[in-house]
């Protein structure tokens, strides 16, 4: 499991000060960003350099409590499946008190920069992916 910790900014809320539904999807994708750096996947490098690239295909979400403005949250990220082109992730976030206030999926799959065609993924990944498996 990859946790970061993070805290729920005046801008992501609302009017009444009540976390933004969309921004849950940020968080998680600051965690993921997060998790795929420490690893040594970049995206600028990625992006810029490399061959392939690695989108989202699927995501989904179910909302559990209410965030506010202040609030310091733990998004916690596990691998759930690992295909041969693709990964699942599941995140968790939980509010200071360890409430699961969201749960999250998305779908990833490695494509070539060039064909737009799914392609293996690359091993080192793949092996990060386990240390963070369910």
């Known amino acids: 499991m990859f ?13 009444a000060g009540v976390l933004f539904f969309a921004n849950y999807f940020k968080f998680a994708h600051d965690a993921y960003e997060q ?3 420490s690893i040594g996947f970049d995206f600028r ?3 810029d ?9 699927n995501a989904k979400s ?3 409590k209410p965030m506010y403005a202040g609030d310091i949250i733990k ?3 596990k691998t759930e499946k690992i295909g041969h082109t693709s990964y699942v992730l599941s ?3 939980f509010n200071g008190s360890g409430e699961i206030t969201a749960t999250i999926k ?4 490695a494509i070539d920069k060039k064909s737009h065609k799914p392609i293996a993924l690359p091993e080192k990944l793949v092996e990060e992916l386990k240390n963070i498996s369910s």
């Open 3 to 15: 946790t970061l910790d993070m805290k729920v900014r005046l801008h992501d809320t609302d009017a």
């Open 75 to 77: 998004v916690a990220i």
């Open 45 to 47: 490098h990625m992006i």
């Open 106 to 109: 998305t779908t990833h799959v």
């Open 91 to 93: 995140y968790e976030i």
């Open 62 to 64: 179910n909302f559990h």
């Open 49 to 57: 350099k490399s061959s392939y690239l690695i989108l989202i295909v």
């Open 35 to 37: 998790f795929m750096e």
